[in-house]
């Protein structure tokens, strides 16, 4: 079946403008993450969805930072005011409930210039 | 964040030989995870430890969870060019909060 979905695979914008992307996760996955991967780092977890429980927002590194699911199933990170230090790889991933697997998507590569 | 230490940073190995990695934390967790990523693409999941102590072996991959729960290893044994990549650690507590805390990777090239 289809994996984890994320679009775009690249953007490249400006300072301070803002962006989205988006992640379309396992068909039937409850939970969702969203981690970031600056160059040659590990990935850093940002925020957790778990069916409709209030989402664990604590890796979030600014108020910059946001996201939603919609319907319990595809999920937008907004950054506003985009700054070079938000450039790295977005990785999204799913799993059945909140302990099991985690399955990544490919990512999206952000570059703010 | 938090990032879990991860060792070597980097390897460059012959065909065939074996690969010994670890990584270690500061903090203790009820699941240990090692993911291999390819340029390009997120992680998929090798191997999936559940048990202090635990032993567990995929193919030629073999891993443990460390007794005190804050330490894992990996070993390749007869590497081979498709084992190129890097290769990361993550330590989850379930139950409560399920994000996964990665390793900073052990880049591994193979060879001929």
């Known amino acids: 079946g289809a994996g984890v979905s994320q679009s775009p695979s690249n953007k490249v914008t400006e300072k301070g403008k803002d962006v989205e992307l988006r992640c379309d996760p396992i068909?039937?996955?409850?939970?969702l993450y969203w981690y970031r991967q600056s160059l040659g780092q590990g990935l850093e977890f940002l925020i957790y969805f778990q069916g409709n429980s209030a989402p664990d927002k604590s890796g979030l590194p600014s108020d910059r930072f946001s996201a939603e699911r919609t319907g319990g199933s595809v999920s937008t990170l907004t950054i506003q005011r985009t700054q070079q230090e938000d450039s790295a790889v977005y990785l999204c991933?799913?799993?059945?409930?909140?302990?099991?697997?985690?399955?990544f998507g490919p990512g999206t590569r952000l570059t703010v210039l | 964040g938090q990032q879990l230490n991860q060792s070597p940073q980097s390897m460059f190995i012959q065909e065939g030989e074996d690969v010994s990695m670890n990584c270690t934390s500061s903090?203790?967790?009820?699941?240990w995870l090692w993911y291999k990523q390819d340029p390009g693409e997120g992680p998929v999941l090798l191997i999936a430890l559940y048990k202090a102590g635990e032993l567990t072996s995929n193919g030629r991959l073999t891993a443990q969870f460390g007794i005190t729960r804050k330490d894992s290893f990996l070993n390749i044994s007869a590497s081979i060019p498709s084992d190129v990549g890097i290769y990361f650690c993550a330590g989850q507590w379930t139950g409560t909060a399920s994000k996964l805390t990665f390793g900073t990777g052990t880049r591994l090239q193979v060879t001929l």
């Open positions: 991933a799913s799993s059945l409930q909140g302990s099991d697997t985690q399955y």
């Open positions: 903090s203790i967790f009820n699941t």
């Open positions: 068909s039937g996955h409850t939970a």
